[in-house]
């Protein structure tokens, strides 16, 4: 099972950008995906979380301008961040809580690689 994020990048205050992450490898399903951010000396902390169901939860920090989705038939989740500020400034990691197995009592998190998101002022 691999998670492989992308869409990082080099933005000015005030701009947008998309993440996207994509789960590949042979699992029965996938529960809950989220992003997770970790600024430089800082601790990682959660962005944003979506259920299969598509419940989404956001942190107060981003809400009204960071929108998590996904497509549960191509095993991605989205991160789509407008009005960007140079706190958010981060590398931005994907997570999922997979069942590999239909029978499996519980799930295996997994993360991506991560992807850097620079916001200048």
């Known amino acids: 099972v691999q998670l492989q994020a992308s869409g990082g990048g080099l933005v000015q205050a005030g701009g947008s950008l998309r993440l996207s992450c994509v789960a590949s490898g042979t699992f029965f399903s996938i529960t809950v995906m989220a992003w997770y951010r970790q600024a430089p000396g800082k601790q990682r902390e959660l962005v944003a979380t979506i259920l299969s169901g598509g419940s989404t939860n956001h942190a107060e920090s981003v809400k009204d301008r960071f929108t998590i989705s996904r497509d549960n038939a191509k095993n991605m989740v989205y991160l789509q961040m407008n009005s960007l500020k140079p706190e958010d400034t981060a590398v931005y990691y994907c997570?999922?809580?997979?069942?590999?197995?239909?029978?499996?009592?519980?799930?295996?998190?997994?993360w991506g690689q991560g992807t850097q998101v620079t916001v200048s002022s």
């Open positions: 997570c999922a809580d997979l069942r590999l197995r239909e029978w499996d009592r519980g799930d295996f998190r997994y």
